[in-house]
């Protein structure tokens, strides 16, 4: 079955739908998530992309990703996703969004407007063996750390909004953040 991404102008407004592939051949902005999830001791959930991705293959990223299909919110979309990718569900807070773009290899490039949620969950997954090669749970400064000594073990979007997301955390006004996720960061 193909997939077909939605379309967006830098405002986020719909323009229009795209097949996946094509879209990501063809590097038009389209709507995105990258979803994080963190445990009770502040400790974010990372995921090994499978290496038979079509893209980013065998890197470490976030919890999961993906696109909203039509008409699917992006909270739906997110909560399908950890489902299908990471074999649980918790409920998500949308914390931010912003566009990026990038050229990954094999001709492909991300054009995303990125829409970046949180959540929290005590528990292992259960990854879906087509979608992830490995997972752990680690803490955010010695990840920044690696990220930063190590930045090819990274997907480009996760080292991205990983950054944001701390910066987001650490600004007035972030309490309802700190308070769902309940970290320390």
């Known amino acids: ?17 795209e097949e996946k592939i094509t879209a990501h051949l063809n590097g038009v902005l389209h709507r995105a998530f990258s979803l994080f999830i963190f445990n009770s001791s502040g400790q974010l959930l990372l995921q090994k992309r499978t290496s038979t991705k079509y893209h980013s293959q065998g890197l470490w990223s976030n919890t999961c990703c ?3 299909r039509p008409g699917e919110s992006i909270e739906q979309a997110s909560r399908r996703r950890l489902q299908e990718e990471m074999g649980f569900d918790c409920a998500v807070e949308r914390i931010f969004a912003f566009v990026y773009r990038v050229q990954l290899d094999d001709g492909f490039s991300e054009h995303e407007y990125d829409h970046v949620l949180a959540g929290r969950f005590d528990g292992s997954p259960t990854p879906n063996n087509d979608e992830v090669d490995d997972w752990k749970w680690i803490d955010v400064p010695p990840l920044q750390r690696d990220i930063q000594a190590h930045p090819d073990h990274y997907t480009y979007w996760f080292r991205l909004s990983l950054d944001k997301l701390c910066r987001s955390l650490n600004s007035p006004g972030a309490s309802t953040i700190k308070n769902l996720l309940s970290t320390h960061l």
Request: proline residues 10%.
């Open 66 to 68: 993906g696109h909203p």
């Open 1 to 17: 079955m193909k997939e077909e991404l939605i379309l967006v102008n830098e405002n986020d407004e719909p323009v229009g739908v």
